[in-house]
Structure formats: structure tokens, C-alpha cells
């Protein structure tokens, strides 16, 4: 059973970076398409970007200037940067693994960490 | 503004059959993927590929997708149905994907 656990900072100020990390456990780092989705209190899901470990990441366009995806294969985790974060970036960020291939589905969820842009 | 529209707010009876419809003209061409989400959890996938349901989903959900629609029905709603339900496909370029605004669910 592979599973998924989001860590990092819960608060974040201003124009400052977000970094967040995704352990997987219990499965192999090849297995998906590793992926963030976040989610803003009281709104709908946003897909942020997604990568292969051994591919070219793609991001959302309203996101890609400011948005990294990176694998670790060392330690079977992967990594969100989101750089001049505004109080628009306050969600509940979630990691998951994509399946894509025939279909896109996401079919595998961490439990989401909510991040908070504030002074 | 997504490219996948969904009506915010749907309500059904208990035990009565619901349809819930996203539309965007990338359906045409990409399949549907649809989740329910629970106030305060992570989404769950209940069909995928348009049709499909992932074991351990009730066979109460289906999906079906015509022209610039996808539809997730929910035969006989019972009350844990009661949740948002979100859309999610690719976009125009096929590279990107995005999700509908999601529906709100109410069982009556």
C-alpha cells in the first residue's frame, strides 16, 4: 500500500519561498507521475505541475514562473518550490501520484498541509 | 477561469438517481476523470477514463461522456454521497491538466 505524507513549513511570509516535501512510502518512486494540487480555504482543487522521475516536469501556466517540481530517487520523496508568495497562495497543499497512461487520473493522495502566507 | 465548467450546487433525494455534468470542449478529444471530496480529506477517485470505477468504488456511480460533456450519475444517492465533486481532464494543449469548479452535492 503506497502512501503519501506532505511535510514543511505551515506558515510562510510574504514574498518569502515555499518548500514542501512528499515522502513516499511503500512503493516505488517509478511507479507514478508525482504531482501537487492545492487548494485554497472554501475553493476548488488547482492542479500545480506534475513529473516523471526521469522526465521533464510540466507546470500549470499561471504557476510556471514561480512553481519547481523535483524528484529525490535517494530518498524516495518529491519536492514543491513555489517562490513571492502572495496571501492568494493560502491553501491546503496536497501531493499525489498521477497515473497516465492510457488514462490521467489521480489515484493516490497524501492527507494535504495547509500553508498560510502571512506577516 | 477553468475550462471545465460544473454547476456549483446540485441536490437529490435519498435514494434518488443524480446527474452531475462538466463541460468543456476538451472533452471531445481527453477523457473525464471525476473525485468526491469529503469536508476536511483528500479526494478520492471514483471514475476515471471517462466510464471506469476503481475498485472499491459502489457500483451507484457511473460515468458516461457525450460530445463536449462528462457526466458522473450516482444511481440511488445515499447520504455519505453527500460531498463536492470535482472534474478533471486535460487542457487545450494537452499537456496541462485542469479541474472543473467542482459541484456541491446535497442528499435531502
Known amino acids: 500500500q503506497v502512501q503519501l505524507q506532505e511535510s514543511g513549513p505551515g506558515l510562510v511570509k510574504p514574498s518569502e519561498t515555499l518548500s514542501l516535501t512528499c515522502t513516499v512510502s511503500?512503493?516505488?518512486?517509478?511507479?507514478?507521475?508525482w504531482s501537487w494540487v492545492r487548494q485554497p480555504p472554501g475553493k476548488g482543487l488547482e492542479w500545480i505541475g506534475y513529473?516523471?522521475?526521469?522526465?521533464?516536469?510540466s507546470y500549470n501556466p499561471s504557476l510556471k514562473s514561480r512553481v519547481t517540481i523535483s524528484v529525490d530517487t535517494s530518498k524516495i520523496q518529491f519536492s514543491l518550490t513555489l517562490s513571492s508568495v502572495t496571501a492568494a497562495d493560502t491553501a491546503v497543499y496536497y501531493c499525489?501520484?498521477?497515473?497516465?497512461?492510457?488514462?490521467?487520473?489521480?489515484?493516490?493522495w497524501g492527507r494535504g498541509t495547509l500553508v498560510t502566507v502571512s506577516s | 477561469s477553468s475550462e471545465l465548467t460544473q454547476d456549483p450546487a446540485v441536490s437529490v433525494a435519498l435514494g434518488q438517481t443524480v446527474r452531475i455534468t462538466c463541460q468543456g470542449d476538451?472533452?471531445?478529444?481527453?477523457?473525464a476523470t471525476w473525485y468526491q471530496q469529503k469536508p476536511g480529506q483528500a479526494p478520492v477517485l471514483v471514475i476515471y477514463?471517462?466510464?471506469n470505477r476503481p475498485s472499491g468504488i459502489p457500483d451507484r456511480f457511473s460515468g458516461s461522456s457525450s460530445g463536449n460533456t462528462a457526466s458522473l450519475t450516482i444511481t440511488g444517492a445515499q447520504a455519505e454521497d453527500e460531498a463536492d465533486y470535482y472534474c478533471?481532464?486535460?487542457?487545450?494543449?494537452?499537456?496541462?491538466?485542469?479541474f472543473g469548479g467542482g459541484t456541491k452535492l446535497t442528499v435531502l
Open positions: 499525489a501520484g498521477l497515473t497516465a497512461s492510457p488514462y490521467y487520473y489521480f489515484d493516490l
Open positions: 511503500g512503493g516505488s518512486i517509478s511507479s507514478y507521475y
Open positions: 513529473m516523471y522521475y526521469s522526465g521533464t516536469p
Open positions: 476538451t472533452l471531445r478529444t481527453y477523457y
Open positions: 477514463g471517462n466510464i
Open positions: 478533471n481532464s486535460r487542457d487545450s494543449t494537452g499537456n496541462h491538466l485542469v
